[in-house]
């Protein structure tokens, strides 16, 4: 759809236009309100949903199509698992590892990627800036020489006052009864018992009678002597001290108010920052965001720094950013729900419905959600999940997470690629069964497009969507530059996948994170769409996965240089015969 230079083009109930190509094509272009197009061949469909479209893509006899390139961008993974289970049947929701002692092998970190890893996550507050280096240059390595798509991600450590180290590489159990020193003094080595938090004034205000909660409920102590500024503790409620735990104090069923008038980017964040951005990350999460002043702050900054399109996200772990969330979403790239720390802050039994009101937020505002902590935290020590932790996961399918994270399972868990395809099977059982039981939830559209150019392309997603899914389109191809045409498309939840096609490496990178899009570099043409198209379609095809009867949906946000550019801002259907 062309830019109009008025609001009457979105009235237009149908215009079709039907041209004969350079490239030999057939197609049919459904312009403003998208409504079934008309006879021709046949489309795929269910019951009453079955229509004619004239819109067939004849690939068999082209030679003007140009040589297509030996590889298409498409990521092995996204690859086979289409060869395996059809359009259908692609995986929707993307997935994010921790990466730590237990997985940073070369071998290790291929097979989280061939397990369906789509992003590798850095947490800055483990490890040396070295080790961390050298996990980006595996990724790379296996992205460049094995063909794989895998975005990685760094985690702030934030100006983290609530945080305790017991010294071990791995988890310490606290057993009922036995007696812990917490302190803030800088000791040699870690003697039995002794817990040193990282923040000296951290029992300010403590009494004796407290209780302490390490990682909202993991373990829990009673405050039993003050010793200075020492606390001894008595443990009443046995569990894991998991390596730089968090921890925080309730007093009568309420949590005592803690000192946080700290920086959320500290000196060490910003030196961390500018080591991702020196070593292209795709991804800047930032830990304990209370406002979206660091958030813009931290935008603009990368803007100013860098030319490469860094992501930023804000995890949302506090109470403080409950109560600031739209502003926060809005500011963000997309956001984290941090839900371990978060339930540190509120109580438990209120996770369920804030982490479904912080998705459906992102979704109405068209950000990424990750879900993150404790998923299958059982599988930090076990080989099986509990039952009641695979029906947490698919809940957050349910919902439409765009991702769910991997933490401690991946990290320093012996079992972390069985919980990666727990994930991947949990979450392909649930997108199936929603999709078979057409419980897909009604999405309030809120506009979010403010120029015209922007409301028809939300306008075209958003019918595209509608109408890929009453007509049982195999896929969507979308032709974009930045994303956003791709991510307004994710933002309906389609039932077939998106395949988005990208001649910039960092948005095909950044597209790793949303909902069903399976993101391919290619070289595109901003005047030619009817080229950038056959041409596509026929990298497919070679590779054989298109065949014939297949229907795709195409779509474009690329900006035209000629202003007689046929298929920018258009639904086009096309069957490939």
């Known amino acids: 759809m062309a830019v109009a230079t008025s609001d009457s083009i979105l009235a237009r109930s149908l215009i079709t236009d039907r041209r004969s190509t350079n490239f030999g094509l057939k197609n049919e272009v459904c312009r403003g309100k998208v409504v079934p197009c008309r006879a021709g061949g046949k489309v795929k469909g269910k019951g009453k949903g079955r229509v004619e479209v004239k819109a067939a893509v004849q690939i068999g006899g082209l030679e003007e199509v140009k040589k297509a390139k030996e590889e298409m961008g498409l990521d092995v993974v996204s690859e086979e698992e289409l060869r395996e289970k059809g359009f259908l049947g692609m995986r929707?929701?993307?997935?994010?590892?921790?990466?730590?002692?237990?997985?940073?092998?070369?071998?290790?970190?291929?097979?989280?990627?061939?397990?369906?890893?789509?992003?590798?996550?850095?947490?800055?507050?483990?490890?040396?800036?070295?080790?961390?280096?050298?996990?980006?240059k595996k990724i790379n390595q296996l992205n460049e020489e094995k063909g794989f798509?895998?975005?990685?991600?760094?985690?702030?450590?934030?100006?983290?006052?609530?945080?305790?180290?017991?010294?071990?590489?791995?988890?310490?159990?606290?057993?009922?009864?036995?007696?812990?020193?917490?302190?803030?003094?800088?000791?040699?080595?870690?003697?039995?018992?002794?817990i040193q938090a990282n923040y000296e004034g951290f029992s300010e205000g403590i009494e004796v009678?407290?209780?302490?909660?390490?990682?909202?409920?993991?373990?829990?102590?009673?405050?039993?002597?003050?010793?200075?500024?020492?606390?001894?503790?008595?443990?009443?409620?046995?569990?894991?001290?998991?390596?730089?735990?968090?921890?925080?104090?309730?007093?009568?069923?309420?949590?005592?108010?803690?000192?946080?008038?700290?920086?959320?980017?500290?000196?060490?964040?910003?030196?961390?920052?500018?080591?991702?951005?020196?070593?292209?990350?795709?991804?800047?999460?930032?830990?304990?965001?209370?406002?979206?002043?660091?958030?813009?702050q931290l935008k603009n900054y990368l803007y100013m720094r860098?030319?490469?399109?860094?992501?930023?996200?804000?995890?949302?772990?506090?109470?403080?950013?409950l109560q600031k969330l739209k502003e926060i979403v809005e500011a963000s790239d997309g956001i984290m729900v941090a839900r371990g720390d978060l339930g540190v802050e509120i109580p438990y039994e209120q996770i369920p419905t804030v982490q479904e009101e912080i998705t459906r937020v992102c979704r109405e505002m068209n950000k990424p959600v990750i879900v993150a902590s404790q998923l299958l935290e059982s599988m930090v020590e076990y080989p099986t999940p509990t039952r009641a932790e695979v029906a947490d996961v698919s809940e957050a399918v349910r919902q439409y997470a765009?991702?769910?994270?991997?933490?401690?399972?991946?990290?320093?868990?012996?079992?972390?690629?069985?919980?990666?395809?727990?994930?991947?099977?949990?979450?392909?059982?649930?997108?199936?069964?929603?999709?078979?039981?057409?419980?897909?939830?009604?999405?309030?559209?809120?506009?979010?497009?403010v120029s015209l150019p922007d409301r028809i392309?939300?306008?075209?997603?958003?019918?595209?969507?509608?109408?890929?899914?009453?007509?049982?389109?195999?896929?969507?191809?979308?032709?974009?530059?930045?994303?956003?045409?791709?991510?307004?498309?994710?933002?309906?939840?389609?039932?077939?996948?998106?395949?988005?096609?990208?001649s910039d490496n960092g948005t095909r990178m950044a597209l790793n994170l949303q909902w069903g899009v399976i993101p391919l570099l290619v070289e595109l043409s901003d005047d030619d769409m009817e080229a950038n198209i056959s041409t596509t379609i026929e990298l497919i095809r070679r590779k054989g996965l298109l065949k014939p009867g297949d229907v795709v949906m195409v779509v474009s946000d690329l900006t035209p240089t000629h202003i007689n550019s046929t298929a920018f801002q258009s639904i086009q259907v096309k069957t490939v015969v």
């Open 92 to 136: 929707k929701t993307k997935l994010v590892c921790t990466i730590g002692p237990a997985c940073c092998s070369l071998q290790d970190l291929e097979k989280l990627a061939l397990g369906g890893m789509n992003v590798a996550r850095l947490n800055m507050c483990h490890n040396t800036r070295d080790w961390h280096r050298d996990v980006i």
């Open 306 to 321: 860098s030319s490469r399109s860094t992501r930023v996200l804000a995890k949302v772990e506090s109470l403080e950013s």
């Open 457 to 502: 392309a939300e306008q075209i997603c958003n019918c595209a969507v509608e109408m890929a899914n009453n007509l049982g389109v195999d896929a969507i191809f979308v032709y974009t530059k930045h994303g956003q045409m791709a991510s307004l498309l994710s933002r309906n939840r389609p039932y077939p996948p998106i395949f988005a096609f990208t």
């Open 402 to 449: 765009d991702a769910l994270m991997l933490s401690g399972e991946s990290a320093i868990g012996p079992y972390g690629q069985k919980a990666l395809s727990i994930l991947q099977m949990a979450s392909s059982r649930m997108e199936l069964w929603s999709r078979e039981e057409n419980r897909q939830s009604i999405l309030h559209q809120r506009r979010l497009g």
């Open 209 to 296: 009678g407290d209780e302490l909660v390490i990682d909202g409920g993991m373990a829990s102590f009673l405050v039993i002597e003050k010793v200075g500024d020492d606390l001894r503790c008595k443990c009443t409620d046995s569990g894991l001290f998991l390596p730089r735990a968090k921890f925080s104090f309730w007093r009568n069923g309420k949590l005592v108010a803690r000192n946080s008038e700290l920086p959320t980017l500290s000196k060490k964040d910003w030196a961390d920052i500018e080591f991702g951005v020196s070593e292209g990350v795709d991804f800047i999460a930032l830990s304990f965001v209370n406002d979206a002043d660091p958030v813009r």
């Open 149 to 194: 798509c895998v975005s990685v991600m760094i985690d702030t450590e934030g100006s983290q006052i609530h945080v305790l180290d017991h010294g071990a590489p791995s988890s310490v159990k606290a057993e009922e009864g036995s007696t812990w020193l917490f302190t803030a003094q800088k000791l040699e080595g870690f003697p039995p018992f002794t």
